[in-house]
């Protein structure tokens, strides 16, 4: 059932044994805005503890101090942040059946807890908790605003997305002034990239291929070269935003391999609804950025794509 910020708010207030889950393969609006989710209602006195099935990577450690001990305690109310659907929680989906609230910025959310309160206007899911803050009258600090603050930049692609507002500037000017160490941080997150990072982007460009006219650039990372690079997901997710960085290029797609024989599609666009083309592929996520899946051969995954995004190209025109 979808619910105000105001019935959110409540909802918390309520509970004091609160578990907060983000979805698996977490990015920095994942994490972040768990995690200060977390701290505001640690902050009020309530025991919480927050859990992703893959962990928390180590640059958000070195960023707000990520991974800490919560505790080991059974919550008697569960929370998903960022997280669309119920599938994407992993493992920790089938561990806790009854997700109680979704907290979440997604057009796309299945409505699969008890209560979803989603913002489909805002840019990450922690502009969504930063608005819960004073409706749960929770402080922030430091800390908080760090957690924040990379997940609106992470999502926002350092504030240059287009589903960048106003509004999302008016917030980061306001978690900037708790002190949040911007160099740092934006460093770590959009300037720094791995070595194996490097190998993918070197395979990324030679499999590049382009589709209609050159408005579709579509890339192929294979299982043996995403497994010979030790390549990470954060990692990867920067190697899908490059084929619609260049010119006259409307859709990108990335499609890579995984180790159990499927193959997992990114979608990113600069004008077409990339949300549209992988719900036609049984898929979801957001109008620039979106994603799905496939159990069939590599052959029939790549023509379903090119397929779907051709229909939603047309249909746009
Ligand atoms: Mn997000």
């Known amino acids: 059932m979808i619910i105000t910020a105001e019935k959110a708010a409540n ?3 309520q509970q004091d044994n609160i578990l907060v889950l983000c979805h698996r393969n977490p990015d920095g609006d994942a994490i972040g805005s768990a995690f200060a989710l977390k701290k505001m209602l640690q902050s009020l006195g309530k025991k919480v503890r927050m859990e992703c099935e893959s962990g928390i990577p180590a640059k958000y ?3 707000f101090g990520a991974r800490e001990d ?3 305690f059974a919550p008697d109310y569960v929370v998903a942040v960022d997280t669309a659907d119920r599938k994407l929680l992993g493992t920790l989906g089938q561990q806790y059946p009854t997700v109680n609230l979704a907290v979440d910025h ?3 959310n299945k ?3 008890e209560f979803t309160y989603v913002e489909d206007k805002a840019a990450a899911a922690a502009e969504v908790v930063f608005k819960l803050a004073p409706l749960l009258g929770a402080k922030l600090d430091l800390r908080i605003a760090t957690a924040l603050y990379v997940g609106l930049s992470t999502d926002t692609g350092c504030f240059v997305y287009s589903n960048t507002t106003a509004n999302t500037h008016i ?4 978690l900037i002034s708790y002190g949040v160490n911007l160099g740092e941080v934006n460093k770590i997150l959009f300037e720094t990239k791995t070595k ?3 190998e993918i982007d070197k395979i990324a460009l030679n499999s590049l291929e382009f589709f209609f006219g050159g408005e579709l650039a579509f890339v192929f990372l294979p299982l043996s070269a995403l497994e010979a690079s030790g390549v990470s997901e954060d990692d990867l997710d920067g190697v899908s935003a490059m084929p619609r960085q260049i010119e006259g290029v409307k859709v990108g797609i990335t499609l890579r391999e995984r180790a159990d024989g499927s193959y997992k599609a990114s979608v990113r666009t600069t004008c077409v609804n990339a949300a549209d083309i992988c719900a036609k592929c049984g898929g979801g996520g957001h109008k620039r950025a979106a994603g799905c899946e496939f159990k069939t051969s590599f052959e029939e995954a790549k023509a379903a794509l090119l397929e779907a995004a051709k229909q939603v190209m047309d249909e746009e025109e």
Do not use: C, F, N, W
Request: net charge negative; hydrophobic share 40%.
């Open 70 to 72: 919560d505790g080991d």
């Open 171 to 174: 917030i980061a000017g306001e």
């Open 106 to 108: 997604h057009e796309t």
């Open 61 to 63: 450690d070195v960023l």
């Open 11 to 13: 909802l918390l207030l």
């Open 111 to 113: 409505d699969y807890a």
């Open 196 to 198: 194996s990072r490097v």
